[in-house]
């Protein structure tokens, strides 16, 4: 079988499709891989080792400080957050990684609400899993019921609850969303949610070129390139070599006036003519100089918002904004979404 493409040349085994020790998750990693626009799902960059390396990363860089503004904004909010919600309440936190800013929120919702569950949801099972542990013993009375999963999975895991859920979407990962997907989905999510529920995402507002090419440059590396690539040869038995791959990013500014963020372009680029074999499954791909693998399925990464945009998002999904929290320097913001048939407010 071959995979058609302007410049790039796939060979495919005949059975490729039919490996029974290849989960059906990994085999759709295959096809990103052997599409025309080559790409890697969202969901399969953090393994265990990856969300543990971009966890140091993201409290530690000096330049990529998306995490401490969201940690600045939950220091003076958490309380506000978690008063959105009556008791008993469920916690449920989309793309938890090490929850650690999550803390914040925890502790608050401990103070208000007493006694609390709350539910991570991230692909990175075992890694949740033992941050799961970890909060159970530093906080006595949570309970903590990690869900391994994709974002979906997880608000229909949790959507026929009946206690109020509090769904957090921190680190700006709603925007990694496509953009030609990312207004359905929240209707999705809409669907499943009821009028005592809310939604609160944490977006970027950061259009400084020069800033975001630091934030997002050569210190990701470790993660988006060497990584990933391991990651690559261990489940398919590969050979790639990530010192003849290159990780790349660029920035896609889109008038403030229209509904389309600007935002970020990732990808990993071909240092040259090359040919990987991914020997588990019968795969053989041929690089062209210059050739990339892009990360995600759409053309975006890290959307980078205003306040007008959210505006207009919450109302083609089916919310409104029930209030929303900028740091001081107005380049971050957690807001707060509400059905829409419940709230009716809107961002200046």
Avoid at 242 to 252: D, I, L, P, S, T
Wanted: with cysteine; proline share 5%; hydrophobic share 35%.
């Amino acid at each position: 079988m071959n995979v058609p493409s302007s410049d790039v040349t796939t060979t495919v085994s005949d059975d490729v499709m039919k490996h029974d020790d290849v989960p059906d998750e990994l085999m759709s990693v295959v096809t990103s891989l052997t599409s025309p626009r080559r790409y890697v799902p969202q969901w399969y960059v953090y393994d265990t080792r990856g969300s543990e390396l971009c966890e140091q990363l993201v409290q530690k860089s000096k330049t990529y400080k998306v995490w401490q503004h969201e940690f600045s904004i939950l220091q003076t909010r958490a309380d506000d957050i978690a008063g959105k919600v009556s008791s008993p309440a469920v916690l449920v936190d989309l793309g938890s990684g090490g929850s650690s800013k999550t803390r914040l929120v925890i502790e608050a919702m401990r103070k208000r609400h007493g006694r609390l569950t709350f539910v991570p949801v991230d692909m990175a099972k075992e890694f949740i899993e033992a941050c799961g542990r970890q909060l159970e013993t530093d906080y006595p009375g949570l309970t903590v019921e990690p869900f391994g999963g994709l974002y979906m999975d997880g608000v229909r895991h949790v959507a026929a609850r009946k206690e109020p859920k509090l769904l957090l979407w921190f680190g700006n990962s709603f925007s990694n969303i496509s953009i030609h997907d990312q207004v359905q989905m929240l209707q999705e999510i809409r669907a499943q949610l009821n009028e005592r529920d809310r939604l609160v995402l944490g977006v970027d507002m950061n259009t400084d070129r020069e800033a975001l090419s630091q934030a997002y440059g050569e210190q990701w590396t470790p993660i988006w390139r060497d990584n990933l690539i391991s990651r690559f040869n261990k489940d398919f038995d590969g050979n790639m070599d990530a010192e003849k791959f290159e990780y790349r990013c660029e920035f896609v500014e889109n008038p403030p006036s229209g509904d389309t963020p600007s935002y970020i372009v990732k990808s990993l680029t071909s240092l040259g003519k090359q040919w990987v074999r991914f020997e588990k499954i019968g795969l053989d791909i041929d690089f062209e100089d210059g050739e990339k693998i892009y990360f995600y399925e759409g053309p975006n990464t890290s959307c980078k918002w205003n306040l007008r945009q959210l505006r207009r998002l919450a109302e083609k999904s089916g919310f409104a904004v029930d209030e929303h929290w900028t740091n001081d320097e107005e380049n971050y913001c957690v807001i707060c979404l509400a059905p829409a048939n419940i709230i009716h407010t809107s961002l200046p």
